[in-house]
């Protein structure tokens, strides 16, 4: 889905409006909007300049080095990525993780809520030491590892502390519920949730998203084919820590 974060939604492309739901977060640091230096992504800089956002361009298809570098010019002690494709992301889950990771620092070189990951799938929260980031950006080969940044920390569990934080409820959503960007569906369903519920609560919490899909199932069914998918199906024979609930998918 070309140009994906610029689909407007509410006015606005729907990029600001997950800006301003990871801004919630009371525990979130210095934000970067991490782009590519493709002349279509031009765009999205000139957003950046017009709402006085952190912009960094780096390489198109390897994200490793895109964060890493973006890292190393803010110089930043830890990393937290968080996808654009996210803006249905609950700011209570960017703190819970980030909390959990700061009361561990110690402990873990990285913390993430997706392996395994249990809440609905688009509140996606990793985070890391740089130290970590720096040598995941030295030692990772494969295309799949660059691309996607962080599969080599979280793909050798004997190289680095991984610490994970699953949902309090005990309950498994990440692929039976859908909140993420990739499809035209995914738009409309996002587009939908943010009419029925921004204007009365702009920073609507996932709760209030479960309420609005049990109140009106119609949305729900609007992306509900695309339940289940993610990047991990065309690399099964390649990954070694992956939930068995992927590979059914």
Request: net charge negative; with cysteine; proline share 5%.
């Amino acid at each position: 889905m070309p140009d994906k974060v610029l689909k407007p939604v509410l006015g606005e492309p729907i990029l600001l409006k997950m800006i301003e739901r990871v801004k919630a977060s009371k525990l979130h640091g210095e934000l970067v909007i991490a782009t590519t230096q493709e002349e279509k992504d031009d765009v999205i800089e000139g957003i950046c300049r017009a709402n006085n956002l952190n912009c960094f361009r780096g390489h198109s298809k390897d994200l490793l080095d895109r964060h890493y570098q973006a890292a190393l010019l803010y110089k930043a002690d830890a990393v937290v990525k968080i996808p654009s494709d996210c803006p249905l992301i609950d700011s209570d889950i960017i703190d819970e993780v980030l909390q959990y990771f700061i009361s561990h620092s110690a402990r873990y070189d990285f913390v993430s809520n997706l392996h395994p990951a249990s809440w609905p799938d688009g509140n996606d929260v990793e985070i890391m030491h740089f130290s970590t980031l720096e040598k995941a950006w030295k030692e990772a080969k494969k295309d799949f590892e660059r691309e996607h940044t962080t599969p080599y920390i979280w793909e050798n569990p004997s190289m680095f502390r991984i610490g994970e934080v699953l949902w309090a409820t005990g309950k498994d959503y990440s692929t039976t519920h859908r909140w993420t960007l990739d499809y035209p569906e995914d738009f409309e369903f996002i587009k939908r949730v943010y009419e029925e519920l921004y204007p009365q609560k702009v920073n609507f919490t996932l709760d209030d998203i479960l309420n609005l899909l049990e109140k009106k199932p119609d949305v729900a069914e609007i992306n509900h084919t695309r339940a289940g998918e993610y990047w991990y199906k065309n690399h099964l024979d390649e990954l070694k820590h992956v939930d068995d609930k992927w590979k059914k998918k």
